[in-house]
């Protein structure tokens, strides 16, 4: 299937899963084979037949990632028709219908044929939308972002692919001699994980030994709580003849207390009735001045009504001006439209040039091969012809020399 620059995609990738070729210093007492595994960042493309495999296993996993979103787009087509552009937007719509399609008919019994043949076709649109889609990497880069996906099996496929091409990438790079290494490495991790099994069964036994004597001193300590149990209800018993004696004395304490207060009541309704006389002086002579206010509160209203209406005035200048700016706005705003739509078709256009000389360049090559494979073959002829000419002078040498001798003897 024809695809865009796969760098463009791998890039990311690549930069995520691998570092800089160069020696990373391993920890003490780990050979480097086994920090390999330890640490999958330090794995590295050796040869081009790694990096080749490398490649297809990234590029497949971008194609699992578009195809993931594949659906989402679908759902909102109409908030990415204008991102997406004319063609792939009606890709999609296609890949839509023959979806529902094969839904259909696979809810409802029918030809065999029919169906293999609707699923060859949804094949085939899904390799068309993933052939656009490469083809513009910054597109796809910015569905990643802003298509929101929520979890779902495909997220788990995709995780287990990328783990499955870490692996790839561990045993295309894991020689013989690290496999050793490695294999030697678990050997010794298992000893000591014996060692530290028989000094955690000793340390098991100290610490039972520890719980033991911590359980006796606790049984200790419950009987000593029990004798300050009974010694705290003996106390009790005797604070409660002591409480008795207290409510006795408050009871009466109360009484004269009660007396008092109704003492000072009395003297306090007196107070109330002088204050009362008072506030009715402060009364009238607020009154006075409360009328002072509502002049100077009826002038400041005046004033606050000549500024509103000033305001009023000033207000609506404000919206005649805003009202041609937005006038104004809305006309550069259709002007960018426009810009937009024909930036669109030149990207199309861009992209179909791309796609052309692309293909150009595809057949110089395959021109240069054939050239190639032609002066091959007539150098392959031409040496088979000149063997066969020596073969044959040698041959007709041979037999003179044999009549000669035959005629000498």
């Not at 530290?196 to 006796?216: F, G, K, M, P, Y």
Request: with cysteine; net charge neutral; glycine share 4%.
């Amino acid at each position: 299937m024809a695809t865009g620059d796969p760098a463009a995609f791998q890039a990311p990738l690549l930069k995520q899963r691998t570092l800089v070729k160069g020696t990373t210093p391993g920890r003490a007492g780990i050979p480097l084979g086994v920090m390999k595994v330890l640490d999958p960042r330090q794995l590295q493309p050796d040869t081009t037949e790694t990096e080749r495999i490398l490649n297809v296993l990234d590029e497949t996993i971008v194609k699992l990632e578009i195809t993931r979103l594949i659906p989402r787009i679908i759902g909102s087509l109409e908030r990415y028709a204008r991102m997406l552009g004319p063609e792939i937007t009606s890709r999609l719509l296609e890949h839509q219908k023959l979806s529902m399609e094969i839904q259909h008919l696979l809810a409802s019994p029918g030809d065999e044929e029919t169906k293999r043949a609707a699923e060859q076709r949804l094949k085939c649109s899904l390799r068309n939308i993933l052939r656009l889609l490469l083809a513009n990497p910054l597109l796809y880069h910015g569905l990643k972002y802003k298509v929101r996906v929520r979890e779902s099996p495909a997220d788990v496929f995709i995780k287990a692919f990328m783990e499955f091409r870490d692996f790839t990438l561990e045993k295309l790079l894991t020689s013989p001699d690290e496999e050793k290494e490695k294999i030697q490495f678990m050997k010794d991790i298992s000893l000591q994980v014996e060692k530290n099994t028989e000094t955690i069964s000793a340390l098991r036994e100290e610490l039972a030994a520890v719980i033991q004597t911590r359980d006796e001193e606790l049984n200790k300590k419950d009987k000593t709580i029990e004798n300050l149990k009974t010694s705290m209800e003996d106390l009790a018993k005797d604070c409660k003849a002591e409480i008795q004696h207290i409510m006795e004395e408050g009871e009466n304490q109360q009484k004269e207390d009660e007396k008092a207060s109704q003492d000072r009541c009395a003297r306090l309704k007196q107070e109330v009735q002088l204050l009362g006389a008072r506030f009715n002086a402060l009364v009238l002579e607020h009154r006075a001045s409360e009328l002072v206010v509502r002049k100077e509160k009826c002038k400041a209203e005046r004033e606050i009504q000549k500024w509103v209406q000033k305001y009023d005035i000033d207000m609506a200048e404000k919206q005649a001006t805003y009202d041609e700016l937005q006038a104004v706005y809305n006309d550069e705003k259709e002007q960018l439209s426009l810009l937009m739509e024909k930036h669109a078709l030149l990207l199309q256009e861009y992209t179909e040039i791309e796609e052309e000389r692309r293909m150009l360049k595809e057949k110089e090559e395959e021109a240069a091969r054939e050239e190639a494979r032609r002066n091959n073959a007539a150098t392959c002829i031409q040496a088979f012809w000149k063997g066969y000419l020596v073969r044959s002078i040698y041959k007709s040498k041979l037999k003179k020399g044999k009549g000669k001798r035959k005629g000498k003897k």
